[in-house]
């Protein structure tokens, strides 16, 4: 019986919303999680204008609606029940066009019993946005749902159009908090031990680098999502920021889903198993997993790293100094450590222990072939 596709992998999720189903999925698939949220969604209460805008709309309603998130119609219903009003913001809804960003908005709003005129193909805001200012809108009433930035771009673009625009507010994103989880994240992300990370929105990618710069990590972190942990991204805004703060690794899902991305993340990762023959033996390295002759065992990070750099430099000598520096990061540290680091990969190699030799006052010989 093979092993899940996902054995031997250590993925980290930043996310705070669905993170347990997203963890979910991942360790049905055999990986390891480590959560560290690097956002907090925080409700906005009538002190926030939210009241005040939806008392705005039952008295003169709008004639354009544009929602953006699932989360945020939900929050706005849920909000407008709390106050007796949930009944008459309906009324007062339903004869507008009704546009919403993605799914998740559009599902949000025919549970809410409201109907969807128009969604953006792509799921972008500045399609959204596009679609509403290629048609003559100069003197219509328009109501927009303000994202967890609660960026006024869109209110502007919408003003400048000639729009009498209703900014609603329903929620904001926040550093975690408890930042622990995220710098236990973000520490083994630097250490190599992570395989890839997820981002489900474009707030948690500017959160988990703005953490680590405040630790003094944002460059050991950058450098090891651009060499070693893969940066995936549930969608193409999510992307972006990524690209914006210098994540040029980073990958996005086909469809911007939580399955989509769990699913190109185990794609991406099953490109990243190698086969080799070593000592006359067939190896398989998947992540922290070893498979010799068909057998699995797993490895600790200290003698994965050990032999990764040792599988990087085939049939080369690597000096104990050299390894030492790379794997302990200090080439004075105590050889004995890379000593005992050693003999506990040749035992996790068995039959395959051959072909790891040591060569005496030089360092440690791999005999690997890639294949």
Request: aromatic share 2%; proline share 5%; net charge positive.
């Amino acid at each position: 019986m093979s092993s899940p596709p996902l054995d031997g992998f250590a993925i980290g999720i930043t996310a705070d919303r669905r993170a347990s189903e997203q963890a979910e999925m991942l360790t049905r698939r055999g990986a390891r999680v480590v959560h560290g949220p690097t956002v907090r969604v925080l409700g906005l209460g009538p002190e926030s204008g939210l009241r005040v805008a939806t008392e705005a709309l039952l008295d003169r309603p709008p004639d354009v609606v544009l929602t953006s998130t699932g989360i945020g119609v939900r929050a706005w219903m849920t909000a407008a029940a709390s106050w007796g009003l949930e009944e008459r913001l309906c009324r007062a809804l339903r004869p507008a066009r009704l546009l919403a960003r993605g799914p998740k908005a559009a599902g949000a709003l025919v549970t809410a019993g409201l109907p969807v005129s128009w969604q953006a193909p792509t799921e972008r805001l500045d399609e959204l946005l596009g679609h509403v200012l290629a048609a003559d809108v100069g003197g219509l009433r328009v109501a927009v749902q303000l994202d967890g930035a609660l960026s006024p771009a869109p209110a502007l673009a919408l003003a400048a159009a000639g729009c009498e625009v209703v900014e609603v507010p329903l929620y904001r994103v926040a550093l975690p908090d408890d930042d622990r989880p995220a710098r236990r994240l973000v520490d083994q992300a630097c250490a190599g031990h992570l395989d890839a990370v997820t981002f489900t929105s474009a707030a948690a990618v500017v959160n988990l680098l703005a953490l680590a710069d405040r630790w003094g990590l944002a460059s050991g972190l950058r450098e090891a999502l651009r060499v070693r942990v893969l940066p995936v991204c549930v969608g193409s805004v999510c992307r972006e920021a990524a690209l914006a703060a210098g994540l040029e690794a980073a990958m996005e899902a086909e469809r911007g889903r939580l399955g989509s991305m769990v699913a190109t993340l185990t794609t991406a990762l099953a490109g990243e198993c190698r086969a080799y023959a070593i000592g006359g033996h067939r190896v398989a390295v998947q992540g922290s997993r070893l498979v010799i002759n068909g057998q699995g065992t797993s490895m600790t990070n200290r003698e994965r790293d050990v032999l990764g750099v040792l599988i990087r430099r085939p049939g080369a000598v690597v000096p104990k100094r050299l390894l030492l520096a790379q794997v302990w990061g200090d080439a004075q540290a105590d050889p004995h450590a890379l000593e005992v680091a050693v003999a506990r990969l040749r035992r996790r190699l068995g039959p395959a222990a051959g072909g790891l030799q040591t060569v005496v006052r030089r360092g440690y010989r791999l005999d690997a072939v890639t294949g």
